[in-house]
């Protein structure tokens, strides 16, 4: 006898699940079919529930749309308002950057940041760059010199700056002290 395990989602339900994260997202099924290398017709039959998927290509829809697999089985819809508790913030550690992710999942049209430059710190490069989203960069503390291509920018507390993330960018902390830095990326990048 195997144990059974219930997601709260049935198979009927899953595609028009994926639909409805697909939307929220505001992609397209191309789109989609680009980052999973499946294709369009296939993404369609998955949605309509004419067709089944492997949990590999599961986990490439969920990765493609900003989830984990388990986000496509759970019963719970995503809460319209989400609480997240400064001791849950999920944090990127980097070379000389503390990243705080400010935003829960399913990401949709925000991506929001909280950074601790640390002094000395070189965050990216000339030739960093990610997708094409607007980004903007507030520095709450602190000081930063941001270099886009070309420009350089000195920024101190309550300076902000908008920029596209397909331009190569850094952030530089030349100072004694580290600073606050807030990242708004609108649509995340993938």
């Not at 505001?26 to 290398?37: D, F, G, I, P, S």
């Not at 094409?132 to 920024?155: A, F, N, P």
Request: charged share 20%.
């Amino acid at each position: 006898m195997t144990d059974a395990v219930d997601t709260g989602v049935s198979i009927d339900d899953l595609g028009p699940r994926i639909r409805s994260y697909r939307q929220m997202r505001k992609m397209t099924l191309r789109q989609v079919a680009e980052v999973t290398e499946v294709s369009v017709s296939f993404l369609s039959q998955l949605e309509r529930g004419a067709s089944g998927a492997s949990i590999a290509t599961l986990h490439l829809i969920a990765d493609a749309l900003g989830l984990t697999l388990p986000d496509l089985f759970s019963a719970e819809p995503p809460p319209a308002h989400q609480v997240l508790r400064a001791a849950e913030r999920p944090v990127i550690h980097a070379a000389g950057v503390d990243k705080y992710i400010l935003t829960r999942r399913p990401l949709q049209n925000l991506e929001v940041l909280e950074g601790l430059v640390h002094p000395g710190a070189v965050v990216g490069s000339r030739t960093h760059s990610h997708g094409d989203s607007q980004e903007l960069l507030l520095v709450l503390e602190g000081s930063i010199r941001l270099t886009l291509d070309d420009e350089t920018h000195e920024l101190d507390g309550g300076d902000s700056i908008e920029y596209r993330s397909s331009m190569g960018h850094c952030v530089t902390n030349d100072s004694n002290t580290s600073a606050r830095v807030l990242w708004i990326i609108s649509p995340p990048s993938l």
